[in-house]
Every structure is written in C-alpha cells, then in structure tokens.
C-alpha cells in the first residue's frame, strides 16, 4: 500500500520580510499617532493655562479697578476725610498720592516693562461691602486698602496690599499697559470720556478725573513657532469703569 507524502514547508524569506514592512509600517502609523495626540494635548494645555492666567489677572485688577475710591457710608464719610495724601509703601519705586481724595495713581515701572497701578478703597468691615483686594481677599477689619499691582523682571504679575510682601497673581506676563480714560471737557456736565491718557503722561490734576482704564496684559505665547504662530507675546485688552465715577451724572 502506498502512502502518500504532503509537502510540508515554512515562509520564503521574500514572505518575511513583506510581513516584517507590514508590520513596521502599521506600528510607525500608530506611533505619530500617539506622538500626534500627546503634542495636540499638551498644546492644549498650555493654552487653557494661557486662558485661565488671563482670565485671573484681568477679573481681579477688574474688581480693584471698580471699587477704586469706595467708603463705606456716604453720610458720615468723605473721600477727603477717608483717603488722606501720601507715600505708597512699596519697595523698588517711590509713588504718592498726591492729593487727600485721590484713590488712584501709577507710574511708568523702573524694574520692568510696563506701568505700576495703585488703587485704594475702604472697607466697612463687617463683610456687607462685598469689596476684595488684589489677591482676591475679603477684608472683615475696617481700613483702607492700598492694592499696588506691577511687574517684576521675570515676567510675574505682582500684587502688595498696604506695602506687605507682593504675592505672585500670574507668571508669563512680559508687559502692562495701562491708559486712563479722563473727562478733560468740563463744559459738558456728563461723566463721559472724552481721551484717554498713557500712564507717562498723566498729570497730578488729571487723577480725580479718571473715569475708567483700559488695560493691556502682554502674555508669553505658549504656541510661537507652531503652525500659523509667528508672535512671541499675545496681548489681551479690556476696559474697566470706575463705579463711582461713571455712569449716569444726577
């Protein structure tokens, strides 16, 4: 009886080395994929960061900016009488208010680019005034509040209240650009602006008239050399009122 024989054979190398490219192309595909979502994701990441820094820094010199000048009972209380002349504590610069009343000042910043805002309120104490300070802090004690807000050579938004140690508010800021919105034509009784003023260029009489501040924050651009990114820094713009200067005049 004859017993037939099957051929029994392996792969040819040619068989091989196409599977071998098959795979290696597949598993290259599923690498720059990866290498694809992590970039995209971390990408992502820094902007949300960018967005939450400029959020932060622009609602809270927001909420300094519109309480500039506030005093807890307007019967029994004056600007005059609650907000007396003098020097601003504050280490690396010398400012002042100039005159009693005056709740706001600034300078051109000699450590870093940009300008330094100073802006003081008064609060009640008893927690009703719903007033924070430049960190975001609700004042329960009755005093005036000096919030000083600038930069500092490494590109930190800084904020000191009552010339105390400056806490860090945001990081990646390169420039501040503040430019006060005055009334100059007093033949109109209105509270409109009608210019608006570098921080250079304000004078000790222009003070009492800022009706409002429009605010310029130049941040570092987490995303410079990516597709379509050809600027460093990105700047963000907003205009603050002060709320006891604007409005409608009775």
């Given at each position: 009886m004859?017993?037939?024989?099957?051929n029994?054979?392996?792969f040819?190398?040619?068989?091989l080395?196409?599977?071998?490219a098959?795979?290696?192309f597949?598993?290259?595909?599923v690498?720059s994929?990866?290498?694809?979502t992590?970039?995209?994701?971390?990408?992502?990441?820094q902007?949300?960061?960018?967005?939450?820094?400029?959020r932060?820094?622009?609602?809270?010199i927001?909420?300094?900016?519109?309480?500039?000048?506030?005093?807890?009972d307007?019967?029994?209380?004056?600007?005059t009488?609650?907000f007396?002349a003098?020097?601003?504590?504050?280490?690396?610069q010398?400012l002042?208010?100039?005159?009693?009343?005056?709740?706001?000042t600034?300078?051109t910043?000699?450590t870093a680019?940009?300008?330094?805002?100073?802006?003081?309120f008064?609060?009640?104490?008893?927690?009703?005034?719903?007033?924070?300070?430049?960190t975001?802090?609700?004042?329960?004690g009755k005093?005036?509040?000096?919030?000083?807000?600038?930069?500092?050579a490494?590109?930190?938004?800084?904020?000191?209240?009552?010339?105390?140690?400056?806490i860090?508010?945001?990081?990646?800021?390169?420039n501040?650009?503040?430019?006060?919105?005055?009334?100059?034509?007093f033949?109109?009784?209105?509270?409109q602006?009608?210019?608006?003023?570098?921080?250079?260029?304000?004078?000790?009489?222009?003070?009492?008239?800022v009706?409002s501040?429009r605010?310029t924050?130049?941040f570092?651009?987490?995303l410079?050399?990516?597709?379509?990114?050809?600027?460093?820094?990105?700047?963000?713009?907003r205009v603050?009122?002060?709320?006891?200067r604007a409005?409608?005049?009775?």
């Amino acid at each position: 009886m004859k017993v037939l024989r099957r051929n029994h054979r392996g792969f040819s190398l040619v068989e091989l080395m196409v599977s071998i490219a098959v795979a290696l192309f597949l598993v290259g595909g599923v690498v720059s994929m990866l290498a694809s979502t992590r970039h995209t994701y971390k990408n992502q990441s820094q902007l949300s960061q960018l967005q939450d820094d400029q959020r932060l820094a622009m609602t809270l010199i927001a909420n300094v900016v519109q309480s500039a000048g506030y005093y807890p009972d307007p019967i029994l209380m004056t600007a005059t009488t609650e907000f007396k002349a003098g020097p601003v504590i504050f280490t690396g610069q010398s400012l002042s208010f100039a005159a009693d009343g005056q709740s706001m000042t600034g300078a051109t910043n000699t450590t870093a680019a940009g300008d330094t805002l100073v802006v003081r309120f008064e609060t009640s104490g008893t927690g009703s005034d719903n007033v924070i300070d430049c960190t975001g802090h609700q004042w329960t004690g009755k005093s005036v509040i000096v919030n000083t807000l600038t930069l500092d050579a490494n590109s930190n938004l800084l904020c000191a209240i009552n010339g105390q140690t400056p806490i860090q508010l945001v990081t990646g800021v390169t420039n501040m650009q503040v430019w006060y919105g005055l009334k100059t034509d007093f033949s109109v009784d209105n509270n409109q602006v009608d210019t608006y003023v570098p921080t250079a260029d304000m004078q000790s009489a222009d003070w009492p008239n800022v009706i409002s501040l429009r605010l310029t924050l130049t941040f570092k651009n987490p995303l410079y050399k990516e597709a379509g990114q050809t600027s460093q820094t990105l700047d963000f713009t907003r205009v603050v009122t002060v709320m006891n200067r604007a409005g409608v005049k009775t």
